[in-house]
Nanobody, 127 residues
Framework: QVQLVESGGGLVQSGGSLRLSCAGSGSGFTLDYFAIGWFRQAPGKEREGVGCISSSDGSTFYADSVKGRFTISRDNAKNTVYLQMNSLKPEDTAVYYC??????????????????WGQGTQVTVSS
């Protein structure tokens, strides 16, 4: 079983920054083989993909809504992935989740491609 734990959420003013962390653990889990996706869900809205980092080469992919503002990175030694969020806007307010799957997928922003999920962390951006 794989476990993911997010941290780093909070309240920030518009234009500010936050860094979320996603720490993975469990039998066989290693970022060398598991891809990580970041998702978010705002009240009354469907969960949407924010970005992902591949297992094979650490390449990243982002939703258009966050491209240029959000950056995903990883520390394989710590089995931890980071979501650096800059220039935050009120519309970024949501619960943020990380998720993982073994290997990479051709649909990296689809929630249905991921098998294990963290509990989520709240991000609130005030105007």
């Amino acid at each position: 079983q794989v476990q993911l734990v997010e941290s780093g959420g909070g309240l920030v003013q518009s234009g500010g920054s936050l860094r979320l962390s996603c720490a993975g653990s469990g039998s066989g889990f290693t970022l060398d083989y598991f891809a990580i996706g970041w998702f978010r869900q705002a009240p009354g809205k469907e969960r949407e993909g924010v970005g992902c980092i591949s297992s094979s080469d650490g390449s990243t992919f982002y939703a258009d809504s966050v491209k240029g503002r959000f950056t995903i990175s990883r520390d394989n030694a710590k089995n931890t992935v980071y979501l650096q969020m800059n220039s935050l806007k009120p519309e970024d307010t949501a619960v943020y989740y990380c998720a993982t799957r073994w290997g990479d997928t051709g649909l990296p922003l689809s929630q249905y491609e991921y098998d294990y999920w963290g509990q989520g962390t709240q991000v609130t951006v005030s105007s």
